[in-house]
T-cell receptor, first 115, second 112 residues
Framework: EADIYQTPRYLVIGTGKKITLECSQTMGHDKMYWYQQDPGMELHLIHYSYGVNSTEKGDLSSESTVSRIRTEHFPLTLESARPSHTSQYLC??????????????FGDGTRLSIL | KQEVTQIPAALSVPEGENLVLNCSFTDSAIYNLQWFRQDPGKGLTSLLL?????REQTSGRLNASLDKSSGRSTLYIAASQPGDSATYLCAVGLYNTDKLIFGTGTRLQVFP
């Protein structure tokens, strides 16, 4: 029943490759987020967006970049992958609410391994 | 800087027990607090969201409370079932931003 989709689910790739992790949501949410999660560790926000053409960096510094050309799509790109980029990447979205924050809905994540 | 701590890190209980998971945060100026469930290899499922003006939220067998002044929240699970086995994450939302600060979670195992 997921309304937010991430592809691929798993990716094992060599150093130096360009990688794009896809995230799409069908709920019409304005806000979207990318988190990075290492095993047994907390999630850290690396990018977020309030809507089309809006992108902001999160709390954790990341060499990745994002774009938001369409409301439903928020891809994350690594221009040249390194082993230090090995992690799980989770995408989330939430609707805009002027009064209060709304729950964030998460995708199943992409588990990325850089050899 | 806001820090979120969850205790215990892991918990194993027999089916049917009522249990409490704890979450503490260092800065009481939060906008809301959210509890999530994460199954192995999966994303997060939002369980309950408590706005800063609220004291608790309930959904089925789950009840979450919030005490901003003491910087604490608890997630109460009644009559636990093996299907409740997962990692439970607490996250605080900050004012004027949609950022969530996550704890490291409590890994729960409910055995038959």
């Amino acid at each position: 029943e997921a309304d937010i989709y991430q592809t691929p689910r798993y990716l094992v790739i060599g150093t130096g490759k360009k990688i794009t992790l896809e995230c799409s949501q069908t709920m019409g949410h304005d806000k979207m987020y990318w988190y990075q999660q290492d095993p047994g560790m907390e999630l850290h926000l690396i990018h977020y967006s309030y809507g089309v053409n809006s992108t902001e960096k999160g709390d954790l510094s990341s060499e990745s970049t994002v774009s938001r050309i369409r409301t439903e799509h928020f891809p994350l790109t690594l221009e040249s992958a390194r082993p230090s980029h090995t992690s799980q990447y989770l995408c989330a979205s939430s609707p805009y609410d002027r009064v209060s924050n709304q729950p964030q809905h998460f995708g199943d994540g992409t588990r990325l391994s850089i050899l | 800087k806001q820090e979120v701590t969850q205790i215990p890190a892991a918990l194993s209980v027999p089916e049917g027990e009522n249990l409490v998971l704890n979450c503490s945060f260092t800065d009481s100026a939060i906008y809301n607090l959210q509890w999530f469930r994460q199954d192995p290899g999966k994303g997060l499922t939002s369980l309950l969201l408590i706005q800063s003006s609220q004291r608790e939220q309930t959904s089925g067998r789950l009840n979450a409370s919030l005490d901003k002044s003491s910087g604490r929240s608890t997630l109460y699970i009644a009559a636990s079932q093996p299907g409740d086995s997962a990692t439970y994450l607490c996250a605080v939302g900050l004012y004027n931003t949609d950022k969530l600060i996550f704890g490291t979670g409590t890994r729960l195992q409910v055995f038959p």
